[in-house]
DNA sequence: AGACCTCCTTGATGCAGATCAAAAGAACAG
DNA sequence: CTGTTCTTTTGATCTGCATCAAGGAGGTCT
């Protein structure tokens, strides 16, 4: 909690990572610059809670680097997962002062942040801004509707090898892979995180990961190293046969 | 099918039944006039589709009158429900021109349609719509994560009172009932379509419904009339407890 | 080194909900 | 009224995943 402050890492826009995939992606050189005015960043360690539902939040932003995750939870302490952040998301909602959800850093994170008033009133100003959230949250809402579809009627190795697929694309997405030959990636959750995202207890998704192994749809070194000798056997594994669609 | 033209309803804008809550919510006079130029209404009949997911889809709407679903299907045939269609939710999404999702009428709907492009054009103009276009957005994403908390986590038990008392909540919300009391409605969905929704099987929907029935949870009339006496109680059967929190 | 974490794996057992099967009510056509 | 179809209920059985339990692997602290 204390180092928090001390490990922000300002930046230049211009150099920003996620310049051109988070809510600043199309704004134009002027509209930058007010947004530049009221951004400062934040870190966080990772197991850090970056904020806890129902806690008053005054800022929006978005995740530089790192990886952070959205949930909920039951009283009785049931939980589940109902985002993954990764870098360029945003969190936070304008118009709303408290948190809905859990925000955890699973990994160090940076984010970029806002103070949600003087961003609100940006917005109204920006349509770009505005416009670029839209599209982001109609992305955000397909991509929980096909998780709703993963938690509803997909079995556990389904549920496993979806997962690994979303993040076998994202990572690929990221590190801007050529399709074909063998996906290479570090599993970026622990069995207890994934088996929170999926719907399951962290033994099963412990066994299916075995069993994906021993059934070759899998390579596993240490307990976090993936390599997918073919995607196309993932996909059908997932249940998503042929047609990936969807882009990260 | 032959009928769907002939039992358009159009109307004034004016006294439309969703003029403040769908995406003209916001708009003043003038913008709704030129929304007014470029609307269309359509209707269908209960069990009809309204659009199949993969197909071109060249406009955008909202459901003026009865409940509309949306579903995904996997190639095996199972399909879970990823969305509920009440008045004043939007269909389509702007920017995008095939349907992600196949759109059935559950009862008799009438549709209050713009051509997309008109529609995107006029949004770039008209920020009042884009405005509440993202709030509503925001809505459905919120919605949709509460879902993915029941898929994921609930018994079936619960999964069906909280199928319940957000139909009760939305019904309520609709015909200003206030509070207190108990609440009485009809269900719009079928047990399989229930089933759909809550990732179960129609057999296990009618079973829980029949054990809430004799837990005296609930009192049916019929298949689809419902009374709830005591919502407080319904809310701990869906392990909501306390604090209702979200308002339809 | 050893003690003590956290994270992960694997085995044994039990149960909630799926599956298979049958039949009853309701709506409707002829 | 009778047959047909659709929806729903209820029973019997099966099974996938949860639960309970015991270690193993790797890291960090002293």
């Not at 300002?10 to 005015?37: F, Y």
């Not at 599209?135 to 997962?163: C, P």
Request: net charge negative; glycine share 6%; aromatic share 6%.
């Amino acid at each position: 909690m204390l180092d928090e402050e001390t490990k922000a890492v300002p930046r230049d826009c211009g150099d920003c990572p996620i310049r051109h995939r988070a809510v600043c992606a199309r704004c134009e050189a002027d509209e930058l610059e007010s947004l530049d005015q009221i951004k400062y960043y934040r870190s966080f360690e990772a197991g850090q809670t970056v904020i806890w539902a129902g806690d008053k939040m005054d800022f929006v932003g978005s995740v530089v680097s790192g990886i952070a995750t959205l949930t909920q939870t039951m009283e009785d302490g049931r939980t589940q997962m109902v985002g993954l952040l990764l870098p360029s998301d945003f969190v936070g909602r304008p118009g709303r002062d408290e948190a809905a959800y859990d925000v955890v850093a699973t990994s160090d994170v940076v984010m970029c942040c806002f103070r949600k008033k003087p961003f609100e009133e940006l917005m109204v100003h920006t349509p770009h801004i505005a416009q670029r959230l839209l599209e982001m949250t109609l992305d955000e809402l397909d991509a929980a509707r096909e998780w709703m579809l993963v938690l509803g009627r997909k079995t556990a190795r389904e549920k496993i090898a979806s997962l690994l697929s979303i993040i076998a694309r994202r990572d690929a997405s990221l590190k801007l892979t050529k399709a074909a030959g063998p996906l290479v990636f570090d599993l970026p959750l622990t069995r207890e995180a994934m088996a929170d995202y999926l719907g399951l207890t962290l033994e099963t998704v412990s066994r299916q990961i075995s069993a994906l192994k021993r059934d070759g749809v899998i390579q596993l070194e240490g307990k976090r190293h993936i390599t997918v000798p073919d995607f196309d056997r993932l996909m059908e594994e997932a249940g998503d046969d042929n047609d990936g669609g969807m882009l990260a």
